[in-house]
């Protein structure tokens, strides 16, 4: 990536740290977001502090979609900017509004010093409450002065009362003294009714000075026959909410208690949702997590490892309904299964079929590992528009479910279809291939593995693949496949022009001896490979010739890594 020569400039600026009093008292704010960028980018945890607390623009955006080759902010930069946030509460160069810290977290273990998302939504909760606290210890020092105030006022006015009293039983000559003081009593009267309402200059920060002017205008509107007209209690000067902090929030068993109070409280900060996940909590512990989030802001939420049960899960979802902009419901392991017949189960998956659809918005939907044989169409027909990416892998699907996807309202619009293990034969492979037929346009991403595809069953379904003219990535690990069929998938795969990356199963020929003919996908992955190389040489350099033939040896990435191939591929070049 080729610097330009601001962001040379700015990386020399923010290298020394004991030259920053000079600068940042004469930095144009058009050049904030470089110096913040090259602050982020070699680790300079003191620049990014200083930076924020005096951030000139309304809004800041960290994370998000990040340029080739661009790294998110390391796990030190990240605290620095956060505490940098609570101190510019109290700053009066500091402009900030709204700060968008939505996919700041990196789940990638490889990365060194990263902030995951667990640890970033224990951070945010920690800043929330640290501002409040921050807010209720000035409130009671600003209590506390008024009150010695108050006390020294009324000791002078009882002080000039007394006088007061003496001067009327005096000689006349003393009146205009008495006079005078009597003046001078209003006086301190009114300053003393003035010390009632917040003095909106005193107050640091401009932001928080133009929220309670507001505020004092809208009572003042709404009230003005009263005889408070303009009062602000002083409980609202701590609910003023000064910046408001949107992210991804990752909670769990362990940090459910501090997200609940961080949520619960009202203060200078508020936490705003965009996607939630939830991992080990039980329902009534989601539901009352759903009721503390603002409903403008959720996108989607991700629900794993939760023992919810159909009953439990019928219950979440009427709670998801209230949220406008949501379109993505992810549920993963969550203990659905409906292999086992339970007493009032039907009634339970009515419940559930109802409350998807009260999902108008709902366009991502992922059921993994739910087992949920046979009610395919039950789920999917309550829904009021077509979905785009559905997941449904471990699902134990039959061929009655693919039969009514293959002709559902849903086929033609998606983009991504996950189907891995769930265990393919003859009688599926006609819905498949109409499937496939209806998708052929919009289909993206398509993901196989561990489909129990032999040679015979994938040849049958290469013709379909080979018209999907937008599939970008095919994922077909975990099938028993010979290095035939594999060179035939090969050969498929490179005349699609649009495919950027093919995982592709081990053939059945690098494995040691004693698989059985058609071994399933945990078999495959359990079995151990053969120690000496030429079997694999001897398949890549075969693959090699097969995309060396159709011109593919530069654009598309084949690969039988299971764990290291990058989803990156997949996006849009544009």
Not at 14 to 39: G, I, K, M, Q, T
Not at 223 to 229: F, P
């Amino acid at each position: 990536m080729v610097l330009s020569l601001v962001n040379l400039c700015a990386r020399e600026v923010v290298s020394d740290h004991s030259s920053s009093p000079y600068w940042l008292s004469c930095v144009p704010r058009e050049l904030y977001r470089a110096l913040l960028d090259a602050a982020f980018s070699h680790c300079r945890p003191l620049a990014v502090g200083e930076l924020i607390q005096r951030w000139p623009e309304r809004t800041l955006t960290i994370g998000g979609s990040r340029k080739s080759g661009q790294c998110l902010p390391n796990r030190l930069c990240v605290q620095a900017l956060l505490l940098a946030v609570v101190r510019g509460l109290t700053d009066k160069r500091c402009c900030l509004q709204v700060l968008d810290l939505s996919g700041l977290q990196c789940e990638d273990v490889r990365v060194e010093d990263s902030m995951g998302g667990w640890s970033l939504t224990v951070a945010l909760c920690s800043m929330v409450l640290q501002a409040r606290a921050a807010a209720s210890r000035a409130h009671r020092r600003d209590g506390e002065r008024e009150r010695k105030r108050g006390l020294e006022v009324e000791r002078e006015r009882g002080a000039i009362k007394r006088d007061r009293g003496s001067v009327g039983c005096g000689n006349s000559g003393e009146g205009s003294q008495g006079g005078d003081r009597v003046e001078v009593v209003g006086k301190m009267e009114c300053r003393t009714n003035e010390r009632t309402l917040p003095d909106v200059e005193s107050v640091k920060g401009v932001r928080r000075r133009m929220e309670i002017q507001r505020r004092k205008i809208s009572s003042e509107v709404k009230s003005h026959n009263s005889s408070n007209n303009g009062s602000l209690c002083d409980q609202d000067w701590d609910e003023v909410v000064v910046v408001h902090v949107r992210a991804d929030l990752f909670i769990n068993s362990r940090s459910w208690e501090r997200v609940r109070d961080a949520l619960s409280q009202l203060g200078q900060l508020q936490l705003h949702c965009r996607y939630l996940r939830v991992e080990e909590l039980s329902a009534p512990s989601i539901a009352s997590l759903l009721g503390l989030l603002p409903q403008q802001d959720l996108l989607g939420v991700d629900i794993r490892y939760s023992s919810l049960g159909v009953s439990g899960l019928a219950m979440l979802l009427p709670l998801l309904a209230p949220f406008p902009q949501l379109h993505s419901l992810r549920l993963h392991y969550c203990n659905l299964d409906l292999q086992r017949t339970q007493p009032g189960q039907q009634g339970a998956l009515q419940d559930m079929s109802e409350g998807l659809g009260s999902l108008k918005r709902l366009k991502r939907l992922c059921l993994t590992a739910l087992r949920l044989p046979g009610h395919l169409r039950l789920l999917l027909s309550s829904l009021s528009q077509p979905l785009e990416v559905l997941e449904l892998p471990y699902l134990c699907l039959t061929s009655t479910d693919l039969a009514y996807l293959s002709c559902s309202p849903h086929a033609s619009f998606l983009r991504e279809l996950d189907l891995s293990e769930n265990r393919l034969d003859e009688s599926s492979l006609p819905s498949l291939r109409r499937l496939l037929g209806q998708a052929e346009s919009s289909m993206s991403q398509l993901s196989l593995c561990g489909c129990g595809l032999s040679d015979t069953l994938l040849g049958a379904l290469l013709p379909s693949l080979s018209c999907c003219r937008a599939l970008r990535s095919l994922r077909l690990a975990l099938n028993p496949l010979s290095r035939t069929g594999l060179l035939s998938l090969a050969r498929t795969a490179a005349g699609i022009p649009s495919l950027r990356l093919l995982l592709y199963p081990s053939p059945l020929e690098e494995y040691e001896p004693g698989l059985p003919a058609l071994p399933s996908s945990a078999q495959l992955l359990d079995w151990p490979l053969l120690e000496e190389p030429e079997g694999r040489d001897l398949t890549l350099r075969l693959l090699d010739e097969v995309l060396n033939l159709k011109g593919r040896s530069q654009d598309l990435l084949v690969t039988s890594d299971l764990l290291n191939y990058s989803p990156d591929l997949t996006v849009d070049d544009t």
